[in-house]
């Protein structure tokens, strides 16, 4: 007889309060019917998208109390005071970067002998993400660069995706607009860009390559994607090497200033780290053939590629103007300013969606390992800490933690 696990789906503590969840109560009836000795347990909330009654209504129970729960998945970091002792959580701890404002989190984790693993560590052998909510960030932050220039340009209004049922109503405003001859450049070749083509490709935009981008006008919305070997170059004009570029990004250079004369609209999707070269500077901001005047900055790194970018944003207070001659903050969308919007969580404003996604990717790819009786390296991979001590693919993090 198979040994009961009971698997709890914790209430978000971190303020402001996300909405996704990491299983939709269809899934969860899923999961329980495919594996007989699994119960999944739903921790109150009156912030989750999808309300208690409905895990309730196909027989999934409720409990404020997951002290019996074997493993327990969120989606942000769990508060400190929330923190069980000895369990196996899954969420995203923020915490592999160092991040000073997670460090109390990760001693705590440590000093409970809590079992870590971290949905941004969840990777395939080659190393790329299996799971992640990066694709909606993408089709966020691109419906957020239109909507940036309709006020802009003053064309066109559009809702913000948290103002829209759905993925589909946000898509289906852009049927009552004609979108001018803009022409968008989209940095990025991830996940969260390809949420972005996405997005573009289903609002009729027409992608084309660099060279047709710098040197041709349309009359009709374009867009062009660069990966990171189109804007950046090495110092002593090497041959392109991907992985070299990650291990000394110090030797490489921007290339990305000829975009910026011609570009109306910048997203930035890619993946960023320290010590790679910002795309453009401060300086080249205030010349007159800059003509780059909305950025969604999805990624949004502070300090980071974008020097525009000086604060992140809210999905209530989304955007922020910049006079390039000061580079200071202004009200966005004058005549002058470069107009920015920076928002961290940009799929909490789709979280029906998201979390749908989600839990499929969660459920494919991630519960077969984690319910395995032998041992999964998918899982060990991802673990960060475990017994109290830091995991040996984690332990630069030991520093930090001290």
């Given at each position: 007889m198979q040994k009961?696990?009971?698997?709890?789906?914790?209430?978000?503590?971190?303020?402001?309060?996300?909405?996704?969840?990491?299983?939709?109560?269809?899934?969860?009836?899923?999961?329980?019917?495919?594996?007989?000795?699994?119960?999944?347990?739903?921790?109150?909330?009156?912030?989750?998208?999808?309300?208690?009654?409905?895990?309730?209504?196909?027989?999934?129970?409720?409990?404020?109390?997951l002290s019996d729960c074997q493993i327990l998945f969120g989606v942000k970091e769990v508060p400190v005071a929330s923190l069980i002792p000895e369990k196996t959580y899954l969420f995203f701890s923020h915490t592999i970067k160092k991040q000073?404002?997670?460090?109390?989190?990760?001693?705590?984790?440590?000093?409970?002998?809590?079992?870590?693993i971290d949905y941004e560590t969840l990777v395939w052998e080659a190393g790329n993400r299996i799971i992640g909510f990066g694709r909606f960030a993408g089709l966020v932050g691109t419906h957020y660069a239109m909507l940036m220039w309709g006020l802009k340009q003053q064309l066109f209004q559009l809702k913000p995706a948290h103002e829209c049922a759905d993925?589909?109503?946000?898509?289906?405003?852009?049927?009552?607009?004609?979108?001018?001859?803009?022409?968008?450049?989209?940095?990025?070749d991830g996940r969260v860009a390809h949420g972005s083509i996405d997005f573009l490709r289903a609002i009729g935009i027409k992608q084309i390559s660099a060279e047709d981008f710098l040197t041709n006008t349309y009359s009709v919305p374009v867009f062009v994607q660069l990966r990171?070997?189109?804007?950046?170059?090495?110092?002593?004009?090497?041959?392109?090497?991907?992985?070299?570029?990650?291990?000394?990004?110090?030797?490489?250079?921007?290339?990305?200033?000829?975009?910026?004369?011609?570009?109306?609209?910048?997203?930035?999707?890619?993946?960023?780290?320290?010590?790679?070269?910002?795309?453009?500077?401060?300086?080249?901001?205030?010349q007159p053939d800059f003509k780059i005047r909305v950025i969604s900055d999805?990624?949004?790194?502070?300090?980071?590629?974008?020097?525009?970018?000086?604060?992140?944003?809210?999905?209530?207070?989304p955007y922020f103007g910049i006079h390039p001659l000061s580079a200071k903050e202004q009200t966005p969308f004058q005549s002058n300013t470069i107009d920015v919007q920076a928002v961290s969580n940009l799929p909490c404003e789709l979280p029906v969606d998201a979390s749908i996604e989600f839990g499929e990717q969660l459920i494919r790819h991630v519960l077969p390992e984690l319910l395995?009786?032998?041992?999964?390296?998918?899982?060990?991979?991802?673990?960060?800490?475990?017994?109290?001590?830091?995991?040996?693919?984690?332990?630069y993090l030991q520093d930090f933690v001290d």
């Open positions: 009961k696990i009971k698997i709890g789906i914790i209430r978000e503590g971190k303020f402001p309060y996300d909405k996704r969840t990491p299983l939709t109560p269809e899934q969860c009836k899923q999961v329980m019917s495919f594996y007989p000795n699994v119960e999944i347990i739903i921790q109150p909330s009156p912030h989750r998208c999808f309300a208690d009654h409905t895990y309730q209504e196909l027989g999934i129970n409720l409990s404020e109390d000073a404002y997670n460090r109390n989190l990760l001693r705590t984790i440590l000093a409970q002998k809590i079992k870590l993925l589909a109503a946000v898509l289906a405003q852009y049927n009552a607009i004609e979108l001018p001859a803009v022409k968008i450049v989209l940095c990025g990171s070997e189109d804007y950046y170059a090495h110092k002593l004009g090497r041959f392109w090497d991907k992985s070299d570029f990650y291990k000394h990004p110090e030797d490489y250079i921007s290339t990305f200033k000829p975009f910026t004369k011609v570009a109306d609209i910048f997203i930035n999707a890619i993946f960023w780290k320290e010590h790679i070269p910002a795309f453009y500077t401060l300086e080249e901001i205030k999805i990624t949004c790194d502070i300090p980071g590629p974008l020097p525009t970018t000086i604060k992140s944003t809210t999905i209530e207070d395995d009786t032998q041992p999964s390296m998918i899982i060990e991979r991802a673990c960060i800490a475990k017994d109290g001590l830091l995991t040996p693919q984690f332990s």
